[in-house]
């Protein structure tokens, strides 16, 4: 049944493209000859009338039962490529399709499948199209934090920064102890939202939860730095980077001596 729930929003999803033509021309043409053999049957039609009739119900509805799914996977894993695209690009767009829908493994219910064509619909911009795929994605898993961090991105794109923050919010719920979605979240309110403030909590939050990660330490210092403009507490977080990490400690240090000047600290 649930099967069969689907044929009908399905068509009226995947009837308007017209690399369905021939398929709607073929149904049509079936559809077609049917009421013309009722209406105007021949002899032989009317011999065997009682056997022909139930006969073709059944291709027809074997051809939905089996053809629908089929279409709607390529719906939902199609690329409506831009006129921009050189034929070479849209090509490689092609062949990258291809690849994804040929791996042999796309994780649970397939729902990496979809979030990889979420990803290639993000490379040409086709932001609407990745948001349906990264919610199949979830739908198909709602346990990786991964989908809903790609649909935040992506809504971020769109500058639709209230779904982004939401899609963020679902990340957290599934992964509360990833520091990197509180990040972005973070660099989110700080960059595209200018809420400086709000900001801020996230990536201390971040902080918090990465005990120190120190990608989270620089991401923070650089925040105190070019958007708070805070030099004092900044020179803080690129010291205790410089006191952790050898192999750039001389760039840290040379860095904090600059801040110290701009802030007038000796």
Do not use: C
């Amino acid at each position: 049944m649930q099967q069969l729930s689907t044929i009908v929003p399905t068509i009226l999803q995947v009837i308007s493209y017209r690399d369905y033509l021939p398929l709607w021309l073929t149904g049509g043409v079936v559809v077609l000859a049917l009421v013309l053999l009722n209406v105007w049957p021949p002899a032989w039609f009317k011999r065997h009338k009682v056997w022909l009739m139930p006969v073709g119900g059944l291709i027809i509805i074997a051809g939905l039962w089996f053809g629908v799914p089929q279409l709607k996977f390529y719906y939902d894993t199609r690329l409506s490529l831009p006129g921009y695209l050189s034929e070479q690009e849209k090509q490689q767009f092609q062949d990258r399709r291809q690849e994804i829908v040929s791996a042999p493994e796309h994780g649970k219910n397939n729902s990496g499948l979809y979030n990889d064509i979420g990803i290639l619909r993000s490379g040409y911009k086709d932001y609407a199209g990745a948001v349906r795929a990264f919610k199949l994605a979830i739908a198909k898993n709602p346990n990786d934090p991964r989908f809903y961090r790609n649909l935040a991105i992506t809504y971020t794109s769109m500058d639709n920064y209230g779904a982004a923050e939401s899609a963020f919010r679902e990340a957290f719920k599934v992964a509360p102890t990833q520091p990197e979605y509180w990040l972005e979240l973070g660099e989110l309110y700080s960059f595209s939202m200018k809420d400086q403030a709000q900001a801020r909590l996230f990536y201390l939050e971040a902080l918090e939860r990465s005990g120190d990660n120190l990608g989270v330490v620089q991401a923070f210092a650089l925040f105190l730095e070019n958007v708070e403009k805070d030099f004092a507490e900044a020179i803080k977080y690129w010291q205790l980077l410089a006191d952790k990490v050898d192999k750039n400690k001389p760039q840290f240090l040379q860095h904090i001596a600059e801040l110290k000047l701009r802030a007038g600290v000796k």
